[in-house]
Nanobody
Framework: QVQLVESGGGLVQAGGSLRLSCAAS????????MTWYRQAPGNQRELVAG???????NYADSVKGRFTISRDTVKKTAYLQMSGLKPEDTAVYYC?????????????????WGQGTQVTVSS
């Protein structure tokens, strides 16, 4: 069984920094793209940043220059370094990963979501 677990959220003042982690575990053969999304109350879930298996990254315009996504292939973990945080960054942050897993000698590729971690930025 594959799981994604986010950590690192919390309360921070405007201008501060946080680093989120997303750790994958289970019978994993490979991980393709890993992506961070966020959802603020009353808003739709939106893409924040993504990184593919080759290390190519993409960012939402609202976080470019402030957030950095990275991944550790050995640890099966993605990170989101957030700096220059603003109150409008307040949201629940979710990790998504495209994972190929091995279940009873069969290979399955699907999208997995973590449970989310709350980030609150005070003004």
């Amino acid at each position: 069984q594959v799981q994604l677990v986010e950590s690192g959220g919390g309360l921070v003042q405007a201008g501060g920094s946080l680093r989120l982690s997303c750790a994958a575990s289970g019978s994993i053969l490979s991980i393709d793209a890993m992506t961070w999304y966020r959802q603020a109350p009353g808003n739709q879930r939106e893409l924040v940043a993504g990184i593919d298996s080759g290390g190519s990254t993409n960012y939402a315009d609202s976080v470019k220059g402030r957030f950095t996504i990275s991944r550790d292939t050995v640890k099966k973990t993605a990170y989101l370094q957030m700096s220059g945080l603003k109150p409008e960054d307040t949201a629940v942050y979710y990790c998504n990963a495209i994972i190929t897993s091995s279940i009873i000698q069969s290979r399955t590729t699907r999208s997995y979501w973590g449970q989310g971690t709350q980030v609150t930025v005070s003004s």
